[in-house]
């Protein structure tokens, strides 16, 4: 299974998870098998500084990733992330480690979860309590 985590720099596995997908520098991808770390790849987000809709997504897609880990992300933008059949889990924080434990213990929300935090990313859409999905992932 590939992860593609969202991170505010591209060291790896000790990186912090960045808060928003489509606004976060890097996205750290990792291959797990059988619950082992096989590979840890960081890449540059080409649309961090701008994006259009489903852009980060399809690009998502194209890294072939299975789960899309983030501290939030908008309720449009987990359409796209379904439409590519990557799953998406948001409400992770600290480091990429802890955000893939977080996942496998079934502690993230799925469904582009931003907390609940009713602001606004700068992007066209704000996170009030009608706007993010609170459902329990089950890993």
């Known amino acids: 299974m590939r992860f593609a985590i969202s991170t505010e720099d591209n ?3 000790d990186r912090i998870v960045s808060q928003h997908f489509g606004r976060c ?3 750290v991808l990792v ?3 059988n619950e082992a770390i096989m590979e840890v790849k960081a ?4 649309y961090f500084a701008e994006h259009g ?3 980060v997504p399809e690009y998502i897609a194209s ?4 789960v899309m880990i983030s501290g939030g992300m908008g309720r449009r933008a987990n359409v796209f992330f379904d439409k590519y059949g990557i799953r998406t889990a948001t409400g992770a924080g600290g480091t990429v480690q802890e955000a893939l434990s977080s996942f ?3 502690k993230l929300s799925a469904g582009g979860n931003c907390g609940g935090h009713g602001e606004r990313h700068g992007h066209g859409h704000g996170h009030g309590k009608g706007d993010c999905k609170d459902r329990a992932e089950s890993g």
Do not use: H, I, R, S
Not at 63 to 66: E, Q, R, T, V
């Open 11 to 13: 060291k790896g596995l």
């Open 25 to 27: 520098p890097y996205f």
């Open 31 to 33: 291959e797990v098998e």
């Open 43 to 46: 890449v540059d987000n080409p």
């Open 53 to 55: 809709p489903g852009q």
């Open 63 to 66: 890294l072939g990733a299975d």
């Open 104 to 106: 496998q213990y079934g």
